[in-house]
T-cell receptor
Framework: AQTVTQSQPEMSVQEAETVTLSCTYDTSENNYYLFWYKQPPSRQMILVIRQEAYKQQNATENRFSVNFQKAAKSFSLKISDSQLGDTAMYFCAFMKHLWGIQGAQKLVFGQGTRLTINP | GAGVSQSPSNKVTEKGKDVELRCDPISGHTALYWYRQSLGQGLEFLIYFQGNSAPDKSGLPSDRFSAERTGGSVSTLTIQRTQQEDSAVYLC??????????????FGNGTRLTVT
């Protein structure tokens, strides 16, 4: 079974600083996908960024980028120029690659990191 | 268009009562998922629907939990004889099709269930 571990329950930085959230996972699969989701106080889970395991290039979405280290099974999220609106719970998630619809797009989530951006 | 809609947003019930939670997915999304988020925890997979059938019910914690989906659209999660450990936020998500990396999950705002 796959597991996802986020070792930082809480983090706090000042606005405009850069912050990195860590995530490690355990799997015997070779093809899979990794995601970072953001959950603000509204409770809605919002997809921040995703990475395909077979791609060596790290994914980037504006101020958000990842450092994907497949051998180390590490998938950290870097937020540059942090903004007050980035305050939220951040969840790392793993999805096994599945052919067809034989199984669910069953995301396995980490425990989350509560990120606070201070003015 | 409209996102995933869940109702009620909050539900308080007495121990032993039955509750129904509703999820209205994005129109045209064939896959629907239920997750549970307990206080301070990550998300726990409960069940997944492709159309009206449920290929994966592996996450349902007990036989008190059941779910159905009708017309390939609205889904209802039912918890019978609720217990205090059922207190959690129940999140629903939908996607255009299951098992596809390029078909990400869209989540609703969840139903916060409190069992007293």
């Amino acid at each position: 079974a796959q597991t996802v571990t986020q070792s930082q329950p809480e983090m706090s930085v000042q606005e405009a600083e850069t912050v990195t959230l860590s995530c490690t996972y355990d799997t015997s699969e070779n093809n899979y996908y990794l995601f970072w989701y953001k959950q603000p106080p509204s409770r809605q889970m919002i997809l921040v960024i995703r990475q395909e395991a077979y791609k060596q290039q790290n994914a980037t979405e504006n101020r958000f980028s990842v450092n994907f280290q497949k051998a180390a099974k590490s998938f950290s999220l870097k937020i540059s120029d942090s903004q007050l609106g980035d305050t939220a719970m951040y969840f790392c998630a793993f999805m096994k690659h599945l052919w067809g619809i034989q199984g669910a797009q069953k995301l396995v989530f980490g425990q989350g990191t509560r990120l606070t951006i201070n003015p | 268009g409209a996102g995933v809609s869940q109702s009620p947003s909050n539900k308080v019930t007495e121990k032993g009562k039955d509750v129904e939670l509703r999820c209205d997915p994005i129109s045209g999304h064939t896959a629907l998922y239920w997750y549970r988020q307990s206080l301070g925890q990550g998300l726990e997979f409960l069940i997944y629907f492709q159309g009206n059938s449920a290929p994966d019910k592996s996450g349902l914690p007990s036989d008190r939990f059941s779910a159905e989906r009708t017309g390939g659209s609205v889904s209802t999660l039912t918890i019978q004889r609720t217990q205090q450990e059922d207190s959690a936020v129940y999140l629903c998500a939908s996607s255009r099709r299951a098992g596809a990396y390029n078909s990400p999950l869209h989540f609703g705002n969840g139903t916060r269930l409190t069992v007293t």
